[in-house]
């Protein structure tokens, strides 16, 4: 009865979708994975994937970052890769940084080693962000 009416949602609309929110009273315990926008105001006890990811001043994430854009405020425990990462003042990072581009405002506190690649995310160009995530996991 609805099978003929089936329309898929354009891809620019899709793009322009809201960012998925993490509350600051919220603890995640696992894996986040979006293909959009990531705005964490809470606690993470896991790894974060993303396109576009932004932590809190007031946020904790004890895990590894992978983010195509990553704007970190608050605590970060574990490695970061990106292609454009900014730790602002009120950051704080104990980890490994791989990144394209790298902004660092005074007053933020990084413990770690910092590396350019001009791939930093080791995702192949031909493979999204899911099929590469079921290569890992083993998963259809």
């Given amino acids: 009865m609805f099978s003929g009416n089936s329309k898929t949602e354009p891809k620019s609309a899709k793009s322009n979708a809201m960012p998925s929110i993490i509350a600051e009273n919220l603890n995640i315990e696992g894996n986040l994975l979006s293909e959009g926008e990531i705005q964490i105001d809470g606690a993470v006890h896991g790894d974060v994937r993303a ?3 932004t ?12 983010a195509g ?3 970190i405020r608050g605590a970060v425990n574990g490695n970061l890769r990106g292609e454009e990462i900014t730790v602002t003042s009120s950051a ?3 980890g490994d940084i791989v990144h394209a581009s790298l902004s660092i405002e005074p007053g933020a506190k990084i ?3 910092l590396k350019h690649s001009d791939n930093p995310r080791d995702l192949p ?3 999204t962000f899911f099929e ?3 290569a890992v996991s083993g998963e259809k």
């Fill in 51 to 53: 396109k576009i990811l």
């Fill in 55 to 66: 932590i809190g001043q007031n946020a904790v994430i004890t895990g590894d970052i992978n």
């Fill in 69 to 71: 854009t990553l704007i």
């Fill in 92 to 94: 704080t990072v104990n």
């Fill in 111 to 113: 413990d770690g080693h």
């Fill in 125 to 127: 160009d031909t493979v």
């Fill in 132 to 134: 590469k995530s079921e």
